[in-house]
DNA sequence: TCAGGAAATGTAAGCGCTTTCAACGACGAG
DNA sequence: CTCGTCGTTGAAAGCGCTTACATTTCCTGA
């Protein structure tokens, strides 16, 4: 056993056992609050505490107790409030877990390392789909947000085949004609399966969905359309957008080159970000339900952390359609109202 | 010594080591690159690890080096760019350090607790200003970002007051007569510096200021003063606000009430948010070295934790005057080309 | 052929905590 | 007065890793 209750400098349990004048038991069952402890021994551990400034080696408790009680969250980025949104749900149901928080942002750099790393130091792991091809070689339970699974892995996301259908069915009962689908459907599987509800609802018309116009879905990305759109390289009087990041893009490029939105083209996205509400005429998107989608990673981790088996169906979430000016839907004056902004729940669209 | 090499259920080192028919030493030397290794038993290390599908334990390692090679990073929230800027800088100057980061959402509930669970599991914490009086009894090294420290706390900051004598002396220079400051200055000591900016700019001009207008930084505290100042309850012909959000939502309500905006009254934020750039008139605003700032706190926090003494002075970061068409400037027809947005220096602002 | 040293590897002592198990004292019942 | 109980407490065995130090192996030159 060990002699010294302060070896160099930290203050560790057993420098409170000691001055306390109880065993380092002792002092642990208080500080958990586990077993029966005696209210002066309490007493003294505490003041002890108090006095040393003890702070607890988490390292030491992982280890004795054999786990982390913290979940890894791998996303690629966090601009825009998708990620943040996400992000927010997961650490927050994890807080009400009693779990900590790692987190990896991937950016550009090389994720092999940094992942098994953060595997190292976590229990479980959520990832965020499009960086699924990272997951190592898989010991630590882990779940998919947003995006395809590796076959054996939980893959937690929010529906999109429906809504696109919806969203298009929309642009096309306001008797658009010429819809393009605006988005790398080969980038993430969400895009991919928003152009199948596409099509879908073009074949529900018995019409057929034009190819899709693949571009990334950043800002510049949609600037570049709208300039395609202007020059005459491309047609359409209705813009599907994979995004509202490229969807406002195009709006505003459009705009400003004087063309009518939505009287010329339509354009809506996906996302329901803050400035979709801001615009005149307001964006037309699909607000996705992202905060559930971290608490419920949060919650399966938690599960299979604590025994579960992996789910082998899809966990897929409702997402709701919002319907603002720019799709062709008349819209009320007055916009941003406090937190909650205008939404409209989607009923059957008015002709145009 | 240990006899059996897996107990139980988990790969450890002494799995990998009996397979690979070395000691734990050896194995660890390959793990960690140190010491020197025959390629022989390299190369047997390193298959057994694949074999096995090792993964090390963070926590046993972290017990032996005694240090966790973690940052904690305490937030209030995640809306809006600024703090998912700061996480950025924080977690990519961090990984950069090789440290991961463990993330601590303010929100509503109580800190205390998950603030010293979080102590206990990483090296050095920073923590977001607002949030300073949370820090218990301080044993691991801090840094606060963007607010006041208490004594003997090192601090990093944005620069305020001198951006907001640069902006409001920009909004005097325009002709406007009658501004206020929007904001609670008691809420935030970013917030309190910035008047006294808004206070300087006055008395350069042998004027005085007005009180400020408190508000929190929401946006429907923005439509309050705009119901205000509509109602005529409140008479301004410049309005600085304390950020973007409160500036945007005043902007759109006066708007959507028939008022011209720069034209009856100039509004003018904080933040440089992504919707600044897409409303008409543009948002005129004040940029931070938001990222710049997260990058520094994990730089101090990595030079605390290496036995740097705190420093006295404050981190002050630069900020920058993003001029758009707001204030009263004239502004550019197409706006957001792209990723880099029309940026004006702040040059000598047109008289009106 | 052998001493001496460098290279490679193994041994074992912790790191700071949790938790089982045994020991202890006080106390009421028999 | 003795024994069984219950409420408290302490001793000690790990948890899985790093690393100082000891030991073995393998060359090299004399």
Redesign the pocket.
Known sequence: ??V?GN???????????ERA?????????V??D?????????RQVLEAVEELD?????????????QHDTYGLVLPELSGPYYSELLVGFETRAGELGRGVMLLLGGARDLAKPFSTLA?RVDAICVFGGLAAHIGRGTRPIVVVAGGAPPGVEAITAENVDSADELTEHLLAHGRTRLLFVGDTTAAPDVLERYEGFTRAHENRGLRAAEPVHVEFRERDGIVVAERLLAGDLAADGLVCCNDEVALAIMARLTDAGMDVPDDVAVVGWDDVMTARYVRPGLTTVRQPVHQLGARAADRLHELVGGAPPRATRNVLPTELVLRGSCGCEEHAARPQGATSQTYLSTPPPRK
Do not use: E, H, K, N
């Open positions: 056993m060990r010294s070896t160099g400098r930290g203050v560790t349990i057993y420098s409170v056992a004048g109880v065993s380092i038991a002792t002092v642990s069952r500080l958990q586990s077993g029966v402890v005696s209210a002066r021994a309490r003890y702070v607890p080696s988490g390292a030491a408790r992982s280890l004795a107790v054999r190292s």
